[in-house]
């Protein structure tokens, strides 16, 4: 199965660039999550007159959701240094006491992926988040020696994918925990807008929504199918993207009208033919697909979730009457 589908949640390469050009860097630009921003204007705005850096924060939520850009926002508001890191790329503590010892009063350390992090360094982290100390230690064996080292106080900036793999401890010393949710068929449309405004893209209110509506609630997909949308306009329409052009050039890409592609139909039509519409485990759905079961639980599950196309329970996954009508079952054969 291709990992560079169209709806990826995550970055695909020679993308970079592209999202970079669209991404909001303050916060008045960033559009959705309004509980998120009220929270984070005050805390912002009190760290500010204080002069002082602000409370460390964790986001939680699918990949895609803006929780990078809101750490760029954070230290571009705060006017401090950001370092970016990811959990998978610190194996040792020793990669981190590097990064920490760097660090200048205020700035962002943002570790994407934070439940990666391994267990030791994890707990590395504790007394850095908490004291803004860390252990050192020289020597080795019996004449090993611990030395109390004071760094700056920073503030960290985790983001996952899976909140529930963070240890508790961890979890705590977080002053600011949000799960940063799906976007609305609205705020996408907003997005949408404002890239195509930033690329010079004509675009009405029609074709923004129609996008909107296939993007599967994520800010990430919708700039990357805004793209392919406007090749489409350029090469076979007059430029601008309406209705029509919209309509046309998403269902060559053969995304239907909920935002499933080949990828999420396989995945339901998986439990429905294979495992008489569940509840079946996710180990079994993913070597049937050939698919790993991150993949799965990352990229696929979230959204048919949130739009009600998939239950999920102790005794396994189950596709619910809403997927079946979506894919042409007669439902009286399930119930
Ligand atoms: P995550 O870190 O959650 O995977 P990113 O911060 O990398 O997501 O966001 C992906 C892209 O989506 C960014 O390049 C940005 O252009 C766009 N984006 C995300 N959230 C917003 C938002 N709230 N408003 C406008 N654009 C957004």
Redesign the pocket.
């Known amino acids: 199965m291709s990992r560079l589908r169209l709806l990826e949640t995550?970055?695909q390469p020679g993308e970079e660039k592209f999202?970079?050009s669209?991404?909001?860097t303050k916060l008045t630009?960033?559009?959705?999550?309004r509980d998120l921003l009220v929270r984070l204007d005050i805390s912002i705005k009190a760290a500010v007159k204080r002069g002082e850096p602000i409370d460390h924060i964790l986001l939680y939520?699918p990949?895609?959701?803006?929780?990078?850009?809101?750490a760029h926002i954070i230290s571009n508001e705060m006017s401090s240094n950001i370092i970016c890191t990811s959990g998978p790329v610190i194996e040792r503590s020793g990669d981190l006491m590097g990064i920490l010892t760097n660090l200048q009063y205020a700035d962002v350390l943002f570790i994407?992926e934070i439940h990666r992090l391994p267990r030791t360094v994890e707990e590395f982290l504790y007394s850095a988040m908490e004291d803004f100390k860390i252990d050192f230690i020289v020597d080795k064996g019996p004449f090993a020696k611990t030395i109390k080292v004071n760094i700056k106080h920073f503030t960290l900036v985790g983001?996952t994918t899976r909140a529930g793999l963070l240890s508790s401890p961890l979890r705590d010393r977080f002053g600011i925990l949000h799960h940063?949710d799906f976007y609305t068929p609205g705020e996408l449309c907003e997005?949408i807008k404002?890239s195509s405004n930033l690329l010079n893209v004509a675009i009405d209110e029609r074709g923004a929504l129609e996008i909107a509506g296939r993007s599967r609630g994520t800010?990430?997909i919708a700039?990357r199918l805004l793209r392919r949308v406007r090749d489409y306009a350029d090469v076979l329409g007059s430029g601008k993207i309406d209705y029509e052009i919209a309509l046309k050039s998403l269902e060559l890409e053969g995304i239907d009208s909920q935002g499933l592609d080949k990828i999420d139909i396989a995945y339901l039509k998986t439990i429905i033919d294979k495992y008489k519409g569940g509840p079946v485990g996710i180990d079994a759905v993913a070597a049937t697909l050939n698919e790993e079961v991150d993949i799965l639980q990352d990229m696929v599950e979230p959204y048919l979730l949130k739009i009600g196309y998939l239950n999920r329970s102790p005794s396994g996954r189950k596709v619910t009457h809403s997927a079946l009508q979506h894919l042409g079952y007669d439902v009286s054969r399930f119930l």
């Open positions: 995550s970055e999202q970079w669209l991404r909001p630009d960033y559009i959705g999550q939520g990949p895609g959701l803006g929780k990078t850009t809101l994407d983001a940063v997005i404002r800010p990430r700039n």
